[in-house]
């Protein structure tokens, strides 16, 4: 049985900006895929890894912000990251928090308005 996660998206209106954002944040160099009609820069993947990829979209009429979809990125320390995070230019919505046995969260707006989750062990 796989993960229930196997791809997200996550729309923007601003490329450069958002692209600038999460490589800032996660430290990590998005690479462009060719598609028809839009603009996408997948994050990093490892095929027979653990865990599920993804991509930045821009694409007319999808616009960022104010979804009901939450992405939780995996982390050593969620805190590091909401860090980066408003170094990058976004906010932290809530700061790093316990979730027990499950690890801890935090919360951030991107630039594009878009809210995603940290989650580490630690």
């Not at 997200?8 to 944040?25: C, G, H, L, N």
Request: charged fraction near 20%; include cysteine; charge should be negative.
């Amino acid at each position: 049985m796989n993960n229930p996660v196997g791809w997200f998206e996550i729309y923007v209106e601003d490329m450069t900006r958002a692209k600038a954002f999460y490589e800032a944040v996660f430290g990590v160099q998005l690479s462009r895929i060719e598609s028809p009609g839009m603009e996408m820069w997948a994050f990093p993947m490892q095929p027979d890894g653990f865990g599920a990829s993804g991509t930045l979209v821009k694409m007319p009429g999808f616009r960022s912000g104010g979804n009901a979809i939450l992405v939780y990125f995996s982390c050593a320390d969620c805190a590091a990251e909401a860090a980066k995070a408003v170094e990058s230019g976004g906010k932290v919505e809530k700061e790093k928090m316990s979730i027990g046995q499950y690890g801890y969260i935090a919360l951030v707006i991107d630039t594009e308005g878009n809210r995603i989750g940290l989650h580490s062990m630690q």
